[in-house]
């Protein structure tokens, strides 16, 4: 018996080694040339800017060439003593804990009206609510701070603490509700049937799913109330001037001021705004809080 040998197999074709592909240059269109180029114009000006304010308040004289003559950290000083920082920054700093303790005491609880309850004219109060946000703070500041003249409160940290809650509690109704509308009803329910109160519920249950929420909305209201300048400007005195209020009259009002003491309050004021920014988008992110605020 003879057996056949099979045809051997062919080997398996191995595919000639490609040319290595050429880079590609970086080809951006005029258009795309022309954004950048007015984006670098508008970044460097903003440098520039805050650049030369920073030099001059380092400075000793400045008089021409591109840098002072010398440098010294004097100007603080002087600034701290001239313009009485050391109280403005106490004013301050009083009027932004109090504004965010008390919109936060005041605007969670609206927020979880508003979020659990259905009655009449429920859009109306929400409309109402969006208003101090969406519309410019000098066009209801003028008659605010008339009315509080007229009560003896202008003038008086008092006075500069009640105008400035007008858009900070709407602002944090407005943050903390899509907050507390995330969380499930079903656990307050569990919680009513275990035999808790309402206040063990709210303080219990809710509060700790609602403290990022809380978090993030005190600290954006930290940053507006400490950059708040037409309300504060308007209802504010001697004693209860804010550090963007106590700058603007450095400025403006009538004397001999040295300018570099002046720019020396103003990096003052700008770094501690970029400390606070600083803060807020470690614990804020803006996108996804327009997102939840739009649902």
Request: charged content about 10%; hydrophobic content about 55%; glycine content about 8%.
């Amino acid at each position: 018996m003879t057996v056949q040998a099979t045809p051997a197999t062919s080997a398996t074709k191995v595919p000639p080694p490609t040319a290595p592909r050429a880079r590609r240059g970086i080809t951006l269109r005029p258009g795309a040339w022309l954004v950048w180029g007015v984006l670098a114009v508008f970044f460097l000006g903003v440098f520039g800017v805050v650049g030369s304010v920073v030099l001059d308040s380092f400075g000793q004289t400045w008089f021409s060439g591109w840098a002072p003559h010398g440098y010294t950290t004097s100007w603080y000083g002087k600034a701290w003593s001239e313009f009485n920082l050391g109280q403005v920054m106490t004013v301050t700093i009083e009027v932004s804990v109090l504004v965010v303790a008390i919109s936060l005491l005041v605007g969670v609880p609206a927020a979880y009206a508003l979020a659990r309850r259905d009655f009449p004219g429920k859009r109306v109060v929400s409309t109402i609510f969006v208003l101090p946000i969406l519309v410019p703070p000098i066009a209801y500041g003028i008659p605010l701070a008339t009315v509080l003249y007229k009560v003896h409160l202008a003038g008086s940290l008092t006075g500069v603490v009640l105008a400035n809650l007008v858009p900070s509690i709407p602002f944090v109704i407005f943050t903390m509700t899509p907050f507390i509308e995330q969380l499930d009803p079903r656990l307050e329910a569990a919680a009513r049937m275990c035999g808790a109160s309402t206040r063990s519920v709210f303080l219990r249950v809710l509060g700790p799913l609602l403290l990022p929420g809380m978090l993030a909305a005190g600290i954006l209201v930290l940053v507006r109330t400490f950059g708040m300048f037409e309300l504060t400007f308007l209802t504010s005195g001697p004693d209860s001037q804010t550090l963007i209020v106590a700058l603007f009259s450095a400025v403006f009002s009538a004397g001999i001021r040295s300018p570099q003491s002046i720019d020396a309050m103003a990096v003052v004021y700008t770094a501690s705004m970029a400390v606070l920014l600083l803060v807020a988008l470690r614990f804020v992110n803006p996108t996804q809080l327009v997102a939840r605020s739009s649902n």
